[in-house]
């Protein structure tokens, strides 16, 4: 595998740095670390911001990530892909990386807690904003809709009320 290094990123904190040139297709890291339930994952990561669970398969195992892996960032514009293969996760090469160049990829998080946005600052040209992926992006946005409906709604019954009251 190529050599990678950790040190402070300008994206988030620390990231996963390629120290030579990382030819296209190279399988770089494996995602390692305890397999668990989702269930078990939201128990132990209850009202914590940051995560380190990775769903595979049907989403219903997750792994609790331990080891390099965590530190490769999210990008909207990523040099990176996720590659699942019988249970085990690698993050591989979409292209070629340059020596030096910070390892991402792109996370398409879901199942976020409601108060989470998820922000990106990767500062890509194509940013969405957010880590989430766009299914994801689409169904918050639908339940914000809703949300704000039902504030609506609730406005209009108590006016219905104090109308009813005031003509008796
Ligand atoms: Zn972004």
Known sequence: MPRIVIRSSDI?????????EVPKGSRILEY??????????????????????FGIGDGEVVIDGHGMAMFVNHSCDP???????????????????AA????????????GADEDPAICSC????????????EEVEKRRRAAAKAKKRVGLAAGNNGNRRTALGNP
């Not at 030096?100 to 996370?107: I, N, P, Q, S």
């Open 123 to 134: 500062g890509s040209e194509n940013c969405r904003g957010t880590m989430y992926c766009p």
């Open 79 to 97: 040099n990176c892909e996720i590659e699942e293969t019988k249970g085990r996760v690698y993050i591989e090469a979409l292209r070629e990386i």
């Open 32 to 53: 390692t670390g305890e397999r668990i339930s989702k269930a078990e994952g939201d128990t132990r990561y209850d009202g914590r911001l940051f995560t380190y669970l």
């Open 12 to 20: 988030h904190a620390a990231g996963c740095f390629a120290l030579t």
């Open 100 to 111: 030096g160049e910070e390892l991402t990829y792109d996370y398409s998080l879901y199942d």
